[in-house]
Nanobody, 130 residues
Framework: QAPLVESGGGSVQAGGSLRLSCAAD??????MAWFRQAPQAPEKAREG????????????FYIGSVKDRFTISLDNAKNTMYLDMNALKPEDTGMYYC?????????????????????WGQGTQVTVSS
């Protein structure tokens, strides 16, 4: 499978907004998520911030620190997943990765653990200054 391709990162001031995109070469189904890795943090410390599950309809879920600020969405026609980030804070700074879990079918919220996901993009950097 071709890797996922993220885009849309950049540098913004606190309170600003960004839209991240994750393009795939085929339809996205099942568990998918956005993760972030803080500067100088190891890969195993990637934090799942938002996820989506298309089994039994579309179900989205978030960690508490981004709820009501971030929105995950999916455009099936474009095979693209998005993460709209509003009211950004300096602590949101990091490399953002999208990931999917082919073959993992769960009814309900998918785990936001990096080990659940086997297909990753290369990441896009988000920097929020105070």
């Amino acid at each position: 499978q071709a890797p996922l391709v993220e885009s849309g990162g950049g540098s913004v001031q606190a309170g600003g907004s960004l839209r991240l995109s994750c393009a795939a070469d085929r339809p996205l189904r099942g568990c998918m998520a956005w993760f972030r890795q803080a500067p100088q943090a190891p890969e195993k410390a990637r934090e799942g911030v938002a996820g989506m599950n298309t089994v039994l309809g579309i179900r989205s879920f978030y960690i508490g620190s981004v709820k009501d600020r971030f929105t995950i969405s999916l455009d099936n026609a474009k095979n693209t997943m998005y993460l709209d980030m509003n009211a950004l804070k300096p602590e949101d700074t990091g490399m953002y990765y999208c990931a999917t879990a082919p073959g993992v079918w769960i009814n309900g919220d998918c785990p936001l653990f990096s080990t659940t996901y086997s297909r990753w993009g290369q990441g896009t950097q988000v920097t929020v200054s105070s």
